[in-house]
């Protein structure tokens, strides 16, 4: 078999962020290099990378790197275009598309799906090794946002919150993100993907924290809110408790096979009927209706695999042991929509101002249930007493 790996294309002049490898790649080969080509035939290895980049940036590094992760021979793109020639079928994956030498390898016989379709389903399951690292990640995470509930003070920018975080993941020697750090307040966290502006945060409101950074590559993800003047106001505690009551319900579910479209059912009935008992919404018989609304009022998946990816390997089907989920429900107040008939406007109003709460914990599926990586209250009276007075 023959088979040509790319770790991914990188601009060491422009590139403003650190490499970010293939996750399919680095999953088969350890190797988080970029620029490089593998070329795998029968039982010998081929590199082929960019000579400038080796010469000008740090080359003792980088061949140090491809020493330890394969006894290899280095070789040019014409030699890798003609070993693939004489193999028939090399199965490569999609990013093969982004190298600069693309029009020379375009012509091969190439099979782009078969390793990818493989990888989707195993990487679903984590070795000891990756919960380990993603273990760590989450360590680091909640470190990270103790760091800013124990900071941040009214008027601080949410670009500060941001910065906080990375200050925090800095001191164990990390800079990668899992994605775009989410710190946003009040009307702002309606915006489920909110990129952090220079807006000060006001006294008295509610701020949202969704924050990952990676260990050796593999990510985390955990969500908190916390009121920047350090007391939830009676509002912000019936939202609050609404979607915490739901998070806690949802991991109570969370066992080896059990379907996670059923989980996801139970849990927006769950939400229904902590909405209903603060009036949020009316009171109804049907169970479709109890699900669509609560569709408006969480309009994204309660939650999703974790690894190498954040959203990792596709949507969850049935839980297994050793797979690594994030469990997410939050309740929203998204101005501008067309409201469902089955809201209480004039209640809803009376929250809007509070934007959003989501509460997110990373898991790993055990033997009976889960293990919780977040380590970071989400008790009210945990988070007051984290926060600086
Ligand atoms: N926590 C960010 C996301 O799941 O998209
Ligand atoms: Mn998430």
């Not at 009040?186 to 220079?198: F, P, S, T, V």
């Amino acid at each position: 078999m023959t088979t040509l790996l790319y770790s991914g294309y990188y601009d060491m002049d422009k590139a403003k962020e650190p490499f970010e490898v293939d996750p399919n790649f680095f999953y088969l080969t350890s190797c988080d290099i970029p620029n490089i080509l593998i070329l795998k035939k029968g039982r010998k290895h081929y590199v082929h990378m960019k000579v400038p980049d080796i010469q000008w940036y740090d080359s003792e590094y980088f061949m140090k790197a491809l020493k330890h992760c394969f006894n290899a021979d280095m070789v040019g793109i014409d030699d890798i275009v003609r070993l693939c020639k004489s193999s028939g079928i090399t199965k490569t994956l999609d990013n093969i598309k982004t190298h600069p030498n693309w029009s020379k390898i375009r012509g091969l016989s190439l099979d782009m799906s078969s390793i990818s379709n493989n990888l989707m389903k195993k990487r679903e399951i984590k070795f000891i090794d990756e919960q380990l690292r993603i273990e760590k990640a989450c360590r680091y995470t909640s470190e990270g946002i103790k760091h800013i509930l124990r900071n941040a003070y009214p008027k601080m920018s949410q670009i500060e919150l941001t910065g906080l975080f990375k200050q925090s993941i800095s001191k164990h020697g990390i800079q990668e993100l899992s994605f775009n750090p989410i710190t946003s307040h009040g009307k702002y966290n309606q915006y489920l993907h909110y990129i952090a502006k220079d807006r000060p945060v006001t006294r008295g409101t509610l701020v949202l924290l969704d924050l990952g950074c990676k260990y050796k590559h593999y990510c985390s993800d955990i969500s908190r809110c916390f009121p920047i003047s350090g007391k939830f106001t009676k509002l912000q505690k019936d939202i609050y408790n609404v979607v915490l009551k739901s998070q806690k319900y949802a991991l109570t579910l969370m066992k080896p096979g059990k379907s996670w479209s059923e989980i996801t059912h139970k849990v927006k009935l769950k939400l229904y009927e902590e909405c209903l008992k603060i009036r949020l919404v009316l009171a109804l018989d049907n169970e479709k209706d109890k699900i669509s609304v609560v569709q408006q009022l969480m309009p994204h998946n309660l939650g999703h695999h974790v690894g190498l990816d954040n959203h990792d390997c596709g949507p969850i089907l049935t839980l297994k042991k050793d797979m690594v989920i994030a469990v997410e429900p939050g309740i929203y107040f998204q101005i501008g929509k067309d409201k469902s008939p089955h809201l209480n406007t004039s209640v809803w109003k009376q929250y809007e101002h509070i934007g959003g709460v989501r509460i997110e914990d990373t898991i790993i599926i055990t033997d009976r249930g889960y293990k919780n990586l977040s380590k970071i209250t989400k008790e009210i009276d945990g988070i007051e007493k984290l926060i600086k007075k």
